[in-house]
C-alpha cells in the first residue's frame, strides 16, 4: 500500500478510536434522568445502549413529540437529545440543548447534557467551559471530569486529557469508563500496549460493559492478534451485535500495515503517573 494511503488509514483508525473514547465518555456522564424514569417521559422498554437502529427512531419519535408539548422541560430535552445524539443527529440534539439551557440556566443536569452535544458536535471548547459550568468545586463530579478528558483528547491535548483522568480515578477508584479513555487516550498516541494495560483492568471491573470489551478488543485487534480481539468482541453479546462487530473490526484490520504502523509507533508501557505527551 503506497505510504499516503497507509497514513490516510491509520489517520481514520485514530478518528475511530477517538470517536469511541467520546461516546463511551460522555455516555457515562448520564445521570438518573438520563435514563428515562420520570413519569411524563415515554419509558423506554430497554436501555437505550441495547436498542438497534429501528428502535432508536421509535424511541427517538416518541421523545420529539413530548418535547414539542413543552421544550423548556429539562429532562425531556436532555432525553430527547440524548437519543438525538445517538442517531447521529447531532446538530439537532444541541440545537435542543441551547433552548433547554436558555430555559434552565442553573439546572447542573441540563449543562452537563448541553455539554455534551456541545463536544459531539465538534464544539470542544465551548464543551468544555459549559461542562466546567456544571461542576462543583466542594463536589466534584468524576462523570464531567472524564468527560473534559475525553474532550481534552479530541483537542490533541492527551497530556491534560490524561491528568483529568487520573483525578476522575482519585473519586472513583478503578472506574472502568475511566480507565477504558485512559487506554483509549494512549490508542490515539500509538502507544498500544499501555493502551491494552488501562484496558485490560477496565474489562476485569465488575461493572465493565461492553463497549469497554469493543475497545478492548479493538485494541488487540490493532495488535494484530485477531483471533483474540475476535473472541473478545464476542462476548456478552447477542449473534447479531457480535457479527456486526466482528466485521468491523475486521473491516479496520483489513487494510495491509495499518495496525503495523500504529505499533511502529508504541513505545514501552508506563506506570499511571507518567506523563506522555503528543
Given at each position: 500500500m503506497p505510504a499516503s494511503l497507509t497514513t490516510t488509514f491509520t489517520n481514520r483508525i485514530l478518528q475511530g478510536a477517538a470517536a469511541s473514547l467520546l461516546v463511551l465518555a460522555l455516555a457515562g456522564c448520564s445521570t438518573t434522568k438520563d435514563r428515562m424514569?420520570?413519569?411524563?417521559?415515554?419509558?423506554?422498554t430497554k436501555p437505550v445502549e441495547e436498542m438497534d437502529a429501528t428502535e432508536l427512531r421509535s424511541a427517538t419519535d416518541r421523545l420529539g413529540q413530548a418535547y414539542e408539548k413543552n421544550p423548556r422541560d429539562p429532562v425531556t430535552g436532555v432525553n430527547y437529545a440524548n437519543l438525538l445524539r445517538m442517531n447521529g443527529r447531532d446538530t439537532q440534539a444541541l440545537a435542543v440543548m441551547q433552548q433547554v439551557a436558555i430555559a434552565?440556566?442553573?439546572?447542573?443536569?441540563v449543562l452537563a447534557a448541553y455539554g455534551k452535544a456541545q463536544a459531539a458536535a465538534g464544539q470542544f471548547q465551548q464543551a468544555l467551559d459549559t461542562i466546567g459550568r456544571a461542576q462543583t468545586p466542594d463536589r466534584p463530579d468524576w462523570k464531567l471530569i472524564s468527560a473534559?478528558?475525553?474532550?481534552?483528547?479530541?483537542?490533541?491535548r492527551a497530556s491534560d486529557a490524561r491528568q483529568r483522568y487520573r483525578d476522575a480515578l482519585d473519586i472513583q477508584p478503578n472506574e472502568p469508563s475511566i480507565l477504558s479513555n485512559l487506554g483509549m487516550s494512549y490508542v490515539l498516541t500509538g502507544d498500544l500496549r499501555t493502551a491494552e494495560t488501562y484496558l485490560r483492568s477496565a474489562a476485569s471491573q465488575?461493572?465493565?460493559?461492553?463497549r469497554v470489551r469493543q475497545n478492548l478488543a479493538l485494541v488487540v485487534g490493532l495488535q494484530g492478534r485477531f483471533p483474540e480481539a475476535e473472541q473478545i468482541a464476542r462476548r456478552e453479546l447477542s449473534p447479531q451485535q457480535a457479527d456486526a462487530n466482528v466485521a468491523y473490526l475486521r473491516g479496520m484490520l483489513s487494510q495491509p500495515n495499518s495496525w503495523q504502523k500504529l505499533a511502529a509507533k508504541d513505545k514501552t508501557p508506563q506506570l499511571a503517573g507518567d506523563s506522555n505527551t503528543n
Open positions: 424514569t420520570t413519569g411524563s417521559v415515554p419509558k423506554l434552565n440556566p442553573g439546572d447542573r443536569n473534559q478528558g475525553a474532550i481534552l483528547d479530541q483537542m490533541g465488575p461493572t465493565a460493559d461492553s
